[in-house]
């Protein structure tokens, strides 16, 4: 029973494709066409654009050449060549009583940041040595403090100075030139 359909129809085969006639030939070849020119044509804007020296253009879009409000850019240049932390710290010298207290920042001055990462060591200076004294007991919490507002670990130590004397000099008349008493006798 095998042989036409149940229907009278012939028995189901590959399907016939519709032939391609002269008008259907030529809009594929258009088609084709245009895609080619197209393409040469974008080569050729890309060729152009590298002679002039870049891609997009500044104007309606934005790109890495406009210009950057002043902290934007400040931001950036910090980020791009590593100073968070002593940027971080120099923040910390100009909000230095609003951290120690108006006591303490009016006898003690941050003079210097070590930012080796084996010492990392904060300096500071203070006009007397009861000032000293009580900055070195305030030392740990101090440290801590800044701890917390700069990230862990960027302040290990703080280097108390006690005041600093006038410079020594030996005797009234000095000669231009010599280096203290050694220097007398030739």
């Not at 189901?12 to 391609?20: D, L, N, S, T, W």
């Not at 917390?148 to 960027?154: C, E, P, V």
Request: charged share 25%; net charge positive.
């Amino acid at each position: 029973m095998s042989g036409p359909d149940e229907q009278g129809g012939p028995a189901p085969g590959p399907a016939k494709q519709p032939e391609v006639s002269g008008v259907d030939l030529a809009r594929v070849a258009l088609r084709a066409a245009k895609e080619q020119a197209r393409a040469r044509g974008a080569a050729a804007q890309q060729k152009k654009q590298a002679r002039r020296g870049g891609g997009l253009r500044s104007g309606a879009r934005s790109d890495g050449r406009d210009p950057l409000p002043l902290g934007s850019a400040i931001n950036r240049l910090i980020t791009e060549r590593g100073w968070e932390t002593p940027a971080a710290v120099g923040g910390v010298m100009g909000r230095w009583p609003q951290i120690v207290g108006d006591d303490l920042a009016n006898h003690c001055v941050p003079v210097r940041y070590d930012e080796d990462p084996a010492e990392r060591l904060l300096t500071v200076q203070c006009d007397s040595t009861a000032w000293a004294t009580q900055l070195r007991l305030l030392a740990p919490q101090l440290v801590a403090r800044l701890n917390t507002d700069l990230g862990h670990g960027t302040v290990r130590m703080i280097k108390v100075l006690g005041p600093g004397g006038p410079q020594r000099r030996f005797g009234p008349l000095r000669t231009p030139g010599s280096k203290g008493p050694g220097d007398t006798y030739g």
